[in-house]
């Protein structure tokens, strides 16, 4: 009966324990933390929260003083995950916070094309600042024989290759405006820029500095001299304004 008795004690004990811990983590303080998105992606906190964004939003949630909360991104489809600012740093997807008092963390994510890691497809227009809409319609990454085939041209130096591109670029901005004012490079490996080749051209010719107005297109063919060994990795970056530049799929 004694051991019944005391074994009933030590329950009891437990119970009011547990109640105890219980109250103190439900009085346990709590701090916000005001997460913000700019562009199209997700970011999960391992608290189970989550705030998803198409453009631009933010959302305060409460987190338990002291707690360590991880947070990942997740870019949108096409989109790719730029940069953490305020209490989360760098370019890493993931973060890891111990929050003792209120704090604010911002993620940025890269639209189509803002980056190498994601080219506008080939064949996939897109809008820039100054009111251009252009796309890559095909490309020949080596194209020298067609080149060479037209009487004055020179053949490229050794270990290169003529690629040629077809663009196709519609206005839609208001009174004129030139392509080449957009200055367009095609970008091997380790960020080495090539620049136009000034041969003759199979027809028809992309007329870069032909003022044209608002819903006139202009299209055809443009030519970079390229290493070889660059011609599986080779991608089109345009100048868009504003210190910006679109990164076109060549393949």
């Keep these: 009966m004694n051991v019944r008795i005391r074994s009933l004690a030590t329950v009891s004990a437990l119970l009011g324990l547990l109640a105890v811990s219980g109250a103190t983590a439900a009085m346990q303080p709590q701090v916000p933390l005001t997460l913000s998105i700019t562009g199209r992606g997700t970011v999960r906190l391992s608290d189970g929260h989550r705030l998803s964004c198409s453009s631009r939003c933010h959302k305060t949630f409460s987190v338990r003083t002291g707690t360590k909360v991880n947070l990942t991104a997740r870019p949108g489809s ?12 760098g370019a890493k997807p993931t973060c890891g916070l111990r929050l003792r008092h209120a704090a604010g963390v911002a993620a940025t994510f890269g639209a189509p094309g803002s980056t190498s890691a994601n080219p506008i497809p080939l064949g996939h227009g897109v809008k820039f600042k100054d009111g251009w809409v252009v796309r890559v319609v095909s490309t020949t ?6 080149i060479l085939a037209i009487s004055g041209n020179s053949p490229p130096a050794p270990g290169a290759q003529y690629a040629m591109l077809n663009l196709a670029a519609t206005y839609a901005g208001a009174g004129a405006s030139a392509l080449g004012e957009n200055r367009f490079e095609v970008i091997g490996s380790q960020n080495y820029s090539y620049d136009y080749c000034y041969q003759g051209l199979p027809a028809p010719v992309l007329a870069l500095y032909a003022n044209v107005y608002s819903a006139q297109t202009v299209g055809g063919n443009i030519c970079y001299e390229i290493a070889s060994e660059d011609a599986d990795v080779v991608q089109l970056r345009a100048y868009a304004g504003s210190g910006a530049y679109v990164w076109f799929a060549l393949r």
Excluded at 78 to 89: Q, T
Excluded at 141 to 146: G, S, V
């Design 78 to 89: 096409g989109w790719v995950f730029a940069k953490w600012n305020e209490a989360c740093r």
């Design 141 to 146: 990454i080596d194209a020298t024989a067609e």
